[in-house]
């Protein structure tokens, strides 16, 4: 199953279309997704390596433009929401503080999260919640983004035949460290937010 999983990607990460779809899962993953853009990036940039910068540009415009649409849905519908809730358990002051903690950090916090496993989505949802400067919000995400992106890219670009003949050879174990990952950064997210 996992086999054809890999090979069906394959398929998808050659056509010529595959360049939205990447844009879509970059996308949605910025405020919602749980699975990483990564997931196509690599298969698309293995399978045609000449355009491996134009993908991680963007992988990386379209996961900032999520992640934006994120910091909307806090920067709004925490206040609707969120805030309400706070007040009827008396912990709204305790979130300003929390708010005030939290922005002077936030370049920090949203570059590790947009760099790291660490999930993006809830970072960007926080900066809106917590009103971090939404200059500082884009400025970190596009250098996070971009340089994840872009050394993924790269990597795969200058030692893509042996690192795709790798994960073949080794599809499950790699698929497995890629799953620990993904749901590390979500227990750290849990724990840390």
Do not use: Q
């Not at 206040?79 to 503080?97: C, K, M, S, T």
């Not at 596009?142 to 790269?154: D, K, M, S």
């Not at 670009?157 to 990952?181: C, K, M, N, Q, S």
């Amino acid at each position: 199953m996992l086999r054809r999983l890999y090979d069906g990607t394959m398929n998808l990460a050659a056509r010529r279309d595959a360049v939205w779809a990447l844009a879509a899962i970059a996308f949605v993953e910025g405020f919602f997704f749980p699975i990483p853009p990564d997931v196509l990036l690599i298969p698309m940039v293995l399978a045609a390596r000449d355009r491996a910068w134009f993908y991680a540009v963007v992988c990386t415009a379209a996961s900032v433009a999520g992640g934006t649409f994120g910091y909307a849905i806090g920067w709004f519908l925490f206040e609707a929401v969120g805030e309400p809730i706070l007040a009827f358990y008396g912990h709204r002051e305790a979130f300003a503080a929390f708010g005030a903690r939290y922005n002077e950090w936030g370049a920090w916090i949203v570059f590790t999260a947009g760099f790291t496993p660490f999930p993006y989505k809830a970072v960007a949802i926080a900066s809106g919640a917590t009103r971090l400067d939404p200059a500082t919000f884009v400025a970190a995400s596009v250098l996070a983004r971009g340089l994840r992106f872009v050394i993924v890219a790269a990597l795969l670009y200058w030692i893509g035949p042996p690192i795709r003949a790798f994960i073949e050879r080794r599809l499950g174990p790699v698929t497995l460290v890629f799953v620990a990952l993904l749901l590390g950064g979500f227990v750290v997210a849990k724990y840390v937010l």
